[in-house]
């Protein structure tokens, strides 16, 4: 063979080889990796832009909403703490009442609830339901006209209290920030009893006032009655010196046995404190008001 030809057979294979090896590494850039325009590439990294911020979004939200559950439980916990403290409080309020003690086992931690009482518009609230079922009651039965059907009505209700004992409540009051809470409190129970007493006054029931007060004080009682607007009841009753020794309780029953001797009928008896509400010969009803002092504060001893 001629050196031409040799030299045409090593060009042949070198091509041969070189084309070989060519679409080798075009197969192998083929098998390895993908083409992408930078089009798509924009696209696809927006949405990789997009999930990141959807993501944390989420994980922000989910935040936010565990720590909001968080707090509402926060919330209910306390909101829970302090109705189980209020009624605890009431617990320890009516003790006392109920049986005619001093206030002094009651914790001082009640207090800031018998302010609440007041501040809330609870008191108001209880006041004013109260009234009402006494109205409701006395206007769905008639008065007869023998006069013997009264009812007796509290007049320790009716009058302020001592004014010295209301301005040490009222100076209590104040280191609760309601230095007006125990005024506006008695205003308020005397404007409805009242007006009360002047609807069964006009229903035709005769009243019987009972006090806690001395004999001694009957003038000075009718006289605050009258300059209160109180006029027409059928008697005022106080007490002896002989009544003075007993409890207001014993009096209270006493006083309503010899009403029952005399034939009389209590149809009510309207008071808000128990020693007038307990004992025998209590009539068809009693209507126990509320306390504006709930926690039995004006049997508290003060000291300044």
Known sequence: MSAYAHEMEREISA???SSRNSEMGSRYVMESGFYMTSFAATIFIASLVTVGVLLITLLITLTVMLQSCQSKSSGVVEIQKTVDDYNGCKFFALYPELNILEADEIPSTCQAFAIWYIKAGQYAKDLNATMQ???NYFS???SPNDGLDVVLMDVDDILSSDPHHTNLLMHRFEQFGCHDCVKEATHLKHLLIFRLYMKLRAGGWPLVLLSRRSLIQKNATVGHLISAGYSGWTSLIMRSDEELQMDTCQYFS???????RDGI??????SSRMDALTG????KRIFKLP???YYNFESTSISE
């Open 15 to 17: 091509r041969s080889l």
């Open 133 to 135: 079922a006494v109205e």
């Open 140 to 142: 769905s039965i008639t």
């Open 254 to 260: 006493t006083r309503r046995a010899l009403m029952q």
């Open 265 to 270: 009928r209590i149809t009510g008896v309207i």
């Open 280 to 283: 025998p010969y209590l009539g």
């Open 291 to 293: 306390n504006a002092l």
